[in-house]
């Protein structure tokens, strides 16, 4: 398989998806962190809101603030594999960064569904879902399910991980519980602004906090698991439609050369997940080792040429080649 027909084949297609799903990763992972910064920006600059009294320095009490702050630096963690993925054509999100998104999108759900079932119809829409709120309560949260169970799909979730979520959770309650019984308000702690305490029996909110988190993680964990499973699935029948009964060693050091071209990195970048499936899908008795040997060597060849050395090289033996066809 040539360089040319590797770049038009399903492995192009495969490369082209992966390049795709970091592109959206990006932008998703960017607006989320630029609107929670700007809707805290937001709740800081104000000084006074008569329908919400923490404001300013105190917003950072508020589950809302500090859920949305957490999604934000879980995704900013993934900018960088996501951009390394577009420059490298090999799509990866370590299974610590998307565990961690797990945790800050399980806790802005929560944020909002809590504004939506519960806030909204006490205090009106159009209160809770405007100005910062409308970005901290809505926008940003959205985004973050988004990203984290379409674009972040490069670890599966187990069910032990799965109870991870339950952790942000349970140490905020443990603080609004101490800040606002424990201490109170009258002795320097927070006033009930969830009326937890005061609303009802404060035993209520405490023990059904941790079920309706798991619930809300066993549903996007249920989401992200799915999704993984179909792009898994996707990318096996490209590969097995591409090199089913091909000569992969060939491929993969058609793949080399075509990436060693295109890029003249000073680091090799080895997609050791790309290889691991052609070998795979394609049936051939390479190895791994081999296969990234392979890719390496093809890799550097490539890049050592001088820009469009190999294409002229290529005109001259089709030239070279019509010639011969002539009678």
Same mark, same amino acid.
Request: zero cysteines.
């Given at each position: 398989m040539s360089a040319r027909k590797a770049k038009g084949s399903g492995l192009e297609a495969v490369l082209r998806a992966d390049r795709r799903q970091c592109k959206y990763a990006l932008v998703t992972a960017v607006v989320v962190v630029v609107c929670v910064c700007a809707g805290v920006t937001m709740n800081l600059t104000t000084v006074y809101d008569e329908n919400f009294d923490h404001m300013g320095i105190r917003t950072f009490c508020m589950f809302t603030v500090i859920s949305n702050i957490f999604a934000a630096v879980s995704l900013a963690l993934a900018i960088p594999f996501t951009v390394e993925g577009i420059r490298k054509n090999n799509y990866h999100v370590p299974g610590w960064v998307v565990n961690l998104t797990f945790e800050a999108v399980t806790a802005v759900s929560i944020t909002f569904l809590v504004s939506l079932i519960i806030l909204a119809p006490v205090k009106g829409f159009v209160l809770i879902f405007t100005g910062s709120r409308f970005l901290l309560h809505a926008i940003c949260p959205i985004l973050a399910i988004d990203a984290f169970c379409f674009f =972040?799909?490069? @670890? %599966? $979730?187990? *069910?032990?991980e799965s109870f991870l979520p339950l952790i942000p959770v349970y140490l905020y309650a443990m603080l609004y519980y101490v800040m606002v019984v424990v201490i109170g308000e009258e002795n320097g702690g927070w006033n009930d602004f969830y009326g937890f305490a005061t609303h009802v029996d404060v035993r209520i909110p405490m023990a059904s906090i941790l079920p309706l988190t798991y619930l809300v993680a066993a549903v996007l964990r249920r989401l992200h698991n799915r999704l993984y499973d179909l792009r898994r699935q996707r990318e096996a029948d490209l590969y097995r439609e591409a090199f089913a009964g091909t000569d992969v060693r060939k491929a993969i050091?058609? #793949?080399?050369?075509?990436?060693?071209?295109?890029? @003249? #990195?000073? +680091? +090799?970048? +080895?997609? #050791? %997940? +790309? $290889?691991? =499936?052609? *070998? %795979?899908?394609g049936g051939s008795d390479c190895t791994q080792e081999e296969g990234c040997s392979i890719f390496v060597e093809n890799y550097l060849r490539a890049a050592k040429e001088p820009r469009g050395a190999a294409r002229r090289k290529r005109r001259r033996k089709k030239a070279s080649a019509g010639e011969e066809a002539k009678p």
């Open positions: =972040l799909s490069d @670890h %599966r $979730i187990t *069910i032990a050091a058609a #793949l080399g050369e075509y990436q060693g071209r295109a890029q @003249h #990195l000073a +680091v +090799v970048p +080895v997609p #050791l %997940r +790309v $290889i691991a =499936l052609m *070998i %795979r899908q």
